[in-house]
């Protein structure tokens, strides 16, 4: 993949310049509750706090809160659009100079138990900016600009192996997980060909009865089958074996914005449009779209 910190300062200036247009009440396509202001302020503020993770050494979540409480307030009001944008342009400059001069491999705290290093900010600071810039020049009503295979790839192995799999370290202790399906991301080239055994994906649900209140509460879940553990709410391999299956298939630059909930990018890209093909055992393809349209946390 292209040097990281130069792909987010590029997705960066994209997003940038897509926003200039749009009048700050422009609802954001792909995040309904969004203006284009709310846009940009949520890569400023998150920029500005990753700057602040890797420039204070944080390393354990009350550093991270510190960090989040110094922040300084969204500005409101008359000129608050023109703030943004200098305040934006101040923050990815901040965080692309935390990110230049620490190595991958040292310890960072991060919101993922499994990686704890400044190589997972760093990987993903490229998707944040490559998908809100997607969200941008979507608001703009502009051609999407075309992602690279290396990144669209590195896309959907973070969407699933981390995106979507987080979620099941936060699965609330009174609750059951039930197995729905199984999942298959088959990566497509140019000539409509698999390029690979593709990545299975195990879709399940859990849901309960919450004790403090009596609400019913469920979640769909997902998460690539090698990363299960052999915990007492994982499914054994014969329950995995018996459920039904689906296969998602498409050039991967579609397979990304599919997976990051960006559906709608594909019919404006700017090299062409894109589809993903989802076929399979009918129960398994609903699980599956009803995974994909709850979005990405």
């Not at 914005?257 to 404006?268: M, P, S």
Request: charged share 25%; hydrophobic share 40%.
């Amino acid at each position: 993949m292209t040097q990281a910190t130069d792909l987010i300062a590029e997705e960066a200036e994209r997003f940038a310049d897509a926003l200039r247009g749009p009048d700050p009440s422009a609802p954001v396509p792909t995040c309904p509750d969004w203006t284009s202001v709310d846009l940009l302020w949520h890569l400023t503020e998150v920029h500005e706090f990753w700057a602040g993770v890797l420039g204070t050494g944080a390393l354990t979540e009350d550093d991270a809160d510190a960090v989040d409480a110094a922040q300084a307030p969204r500005p409101e009001g008359p000129g608050a659009r023109n703030q943004l944008v200098e305040r934006r342009e101040q923050a990815t400059a901040a965080l692309l100079a935390q990110l230049t001069t620490r190595g991958g491999a040292e310890a960072c705290w991060s919101w993922f138990p499994a990686d704890q290093t400044v190589g997972f900010t760093r990987r993903m600071q490229v998707h944040e900016a490559t998908v809100h810039r997607v969200d941008a020049q979507l608001t703009a009503n502009l051609p999407v600009t075309a992602i690279s295979e290396d990144v669209a790839t590195d896309g959907i192995d973070h969407a699933v192996g981390v995106m979507w799999a987080a979620s099941w370290d936060w699965i609330p202790e009174w609750a059951e997980v039930e197995p729905l399906a199984v999942l298959t991301l088959q990566v497509r080239d140019g000539q409509g060909d698999g390029t690979g055994a593709g990545i299975e994906v195990e879709i399940a649900r859990w849901h309960g009865t919450r004790p403090r209140d009596g609400k019913e509460l469920s979640q769909l879940l997902g998460r690539p089958l090698s990363a299960g553990s052999q915990g007492s709410r994982d499914a054994s391999s014969d329950t995995v074996g018996a459920l039904p299956r689906a296969v998602a298939s498409g050039l991967a630059p579609a397979l990304y914005l599919w997976l990051w909930g960006r559906e709608r990018a594909l019919d404006v890209l700017e090299d062409g449009q894109q589809s993903v093909d989802l076929t399979g055992d009918a129960a398994a393809v609903r699980a599956v779209r009803e995974r994909v349209a709850q979005g990405v946390d």
